[in-house]
T-cell receptor
Framework: QQQVKQSPQSLIVQKGGISIINCAYE??????FPWYQQFPGKGPALLIA?????SEKKEGRFTISFNKSAKQFSLHIMDSQPGDSATYFC????????????FGEGTQLTVNP | DAGVIQSPRHEVTEMGQEVTLRCKPI?????LFWYRQTMMRGLELLIY????????DSGMPEDRFSAKMPNASFSTLKIQPSEPRDSAVYFC?????????????FGSGTQLSVL
């Protein structure tokens, strides 16, 4: 029940295309859903996050869509760029504080020039 | 700000040896987290501190693992004795509690190899 399932495991997109990564969870106590971006040799960095009281959040080219009834959320990267090539992790945490993050398995995104 | 600083960046040791990983959080941050990353299990929370006090250590795999935070600017994660299955990247992260939900800032990690 603590798991967060992420797909796909890897994704290849052409420059300018849309990258879509999906996550699903079971624990209804989860109420904070961040996405992290990780480059090789670096730690994860917070990209964007959403609370379940909204269905969508957009920051620049990055959008989170959230479906509370389906217990699913997704990351959309519009106009994908080679610099977006990284591993992306979804995560979820209960209690609103974000202190007990459960991470998805990660998606390795490659954006070809 | 220099960000979260972890040392060493790489550690190679033999099974049975003691390993100590170190972390300096961002100045002023009052939360500190230790995560482990492996291919098999992904990113796992091991333990976290608030104001130098351990709050949740339920992710610590077994008694061979211990973590301390003697002051607000330093934490250690110790493995004694180490085993090959402990090989992983260990990340430290810190956060400011005034911003809820917490925004975690991760260090660059320590790559541990136990032979």
């Amino acid at each position: 029940q603590q798991q967060v399932k992420q797909s796909p495991q890897s994704l290849i997109v052409q420059k300018g295309g849309i990258s879509i990564i999906n996550c699903a969870y079971e624990n209804t106590a989860f109420d904070y859903f961040p996405w992290y971006q990780q480059f090789p040799g670096k730690g994860p960095a917070l990209l964007i996050a959403i609370r379940p009281d909204v269905s969508e959040k957009k920051e620049g080219r990055f959008t989170i869509s959230f479906n509370k009834s389906a217990k699913q959320f997704s990351l959309h990267i519009m106009d994908s760029q080679p610099g977006d090539s990284a591993t992306y992790f979804c995560a979820a945490s209960p209690g609103g504080s974000g202190s007990r993050l459960t991470f998805g398995e990660g998606t390795q995104l490659t954006v070809n020039p | 700000d220099a960000g979260v600083i972890q040392s060493p960046r790489h550690e190679v040791t033999e099974m049975g040896q003691e390993v100590t990983l170190r972390c300096k959080p961002i100045s002023g941050h009052d939360y500190l987290f230790w995560y482990r990353q492996t291919m098999m299990r992904g990113l796992e929370l091991l333990i976290y501190f608030n104001n130098n006090v351990p709050i949740d250590d339920s992710g610590m795999p077994e008694d061979r693992f211990s973590a301390k935070m003697p002051n607000a600017s330093f934490s250690t994660l110790k493995i004694q004795p180490s085993e090959p299955r402990d090989s992983a990247v260990y990340f430290c992260a810190s956060s400011l509690g005034a911003g809820v939900p917490l925004k975690l800032f991760f260090g660059s990690g320590t790559q541990l190899s136990v032979l």
